[in-house]
């Protein structure tokens, strides 16, 4: 009986590699589309703020209305297939004008609600916002975007007195946020490198603000700042050996780590 011929195996669909060609076509331009329209809501509430056209408590309301509707329609509008790349577009520039109007409501117009707690925590649900779009729509402009808005976030609203724990949380949680985000999206791993750089910019801005202030070069103080740069590389450690088990190998995780490490090595021989 001559042996039965098996079906060959079908090939798994791969991942398409990225067109230089199609984001020049296409993706580039939608971007560009509402990075200019993003432009143009702040130009026009510059020139309203400018010639008193509209009180300050109308103009942050009509921000936050455009903001939610941009980010709203981008939702509603990738259901199309042939508008995706658009969707994206209004959903980076809802993000866009999110945060933009939220800080203006804080330091510009100095309103009592958006005190720096508050406004922190709204620009931090911006971000969660915006990774969770980027996961559901596969939108890697606007996985960018949350990173960068994350980490803009305490240098735009810095606290007036020193709160490591506080800033540090916030950080660690966004770190997290974006290596989640890298584990549902192979293709973003370099998105830990940008959280790692995010991550020791702000470990250093922090430093240098309040080394001497608070004292963090004498005693039990010096664990303050030793423990937040070895919670970090433990963070990005952790990450890179939860993903080896599956065999990846990806360079962007264990570069962050190693930076991470030496960033903190240069503060053990500072200190």
């Not at 590699?17 to 702040?42: C, N, P, T």
């Not at 506080?166 to 999206?185: C, E, M, P, W």
């Not at 240098?208 to 919670?231: K, Q």
Request: with cysteine.
């Amino acid at each position: 009986e001559p042996p039965t011929e098996q079906a060959p195996p079908i090939p798994k669909p791969s991942t398409p590699a990225f067109s230089i060609e199609q984001f020049l076509g296409v993706k580039m331009f939608a971007w560009l589309g509402g990075v200019a329209l993003f432009f143009g809501v702040i130009f026009f509430v510059k020139y309203a703020f400018e010639h008193n056209l509209i009180p300050p408590a109308m103009r942050v309301a009509i921000g936050f209305i455009i903001g939610v509707g941009m980010l709203a329609g981008g939702v509603w509008t990738h259901r199309m297939e042939k508008y995706r790349v658009l969707a994206q577009s209004l959903c980076a520039t809802g993000v866009l004008i999110l945060y933009g109007v939220s800080y203006a409501a804080h330091a510009i117009y100095r309103f009592p609600a958006f005190g720096p707690v508050a406004t922190f925590a709204l620009m931090g649900l911006i971000t969660v916002t915006a990774f969770l779009v980027s996961i559901r729509f596969n939108a890697l402009v606007v996985a960018v975007l949350g990173m960068l808005g994350g980490f803009l976030t305490p240098v735009l609203l810095p606290m007036v007195q020193d709160h490591p724990f506080a800033l540090f949380s916030y950080i660690a949680l966004l770190d997290a946020g974006l290596i989640a985000v890298t584990f549902q999206r192979a293709r973003w791993t370099f998105l830990t490198s940008g959280a790692a750089a995010g991550t020791v910019l702000t470990q250093w801005i922090w430093l240098v603000t309040n080394f001497d202030s608070g004292r963090y070069f004498e005693g039990g103080a010096t664990l303050v700042p030793m423990g937040i740069f070895l919670f970090f590389v433990a963070l990005f450690l952790a990450a890179t050996w939860w993903k080896s088990r599956d065999a990846d190998e990806d360079s962007h995780r264990p570069a962050a780590t190693a930076g991470l490490l030496a960033t903190a090595m240069v503060f053990g021989f500072f200190l």
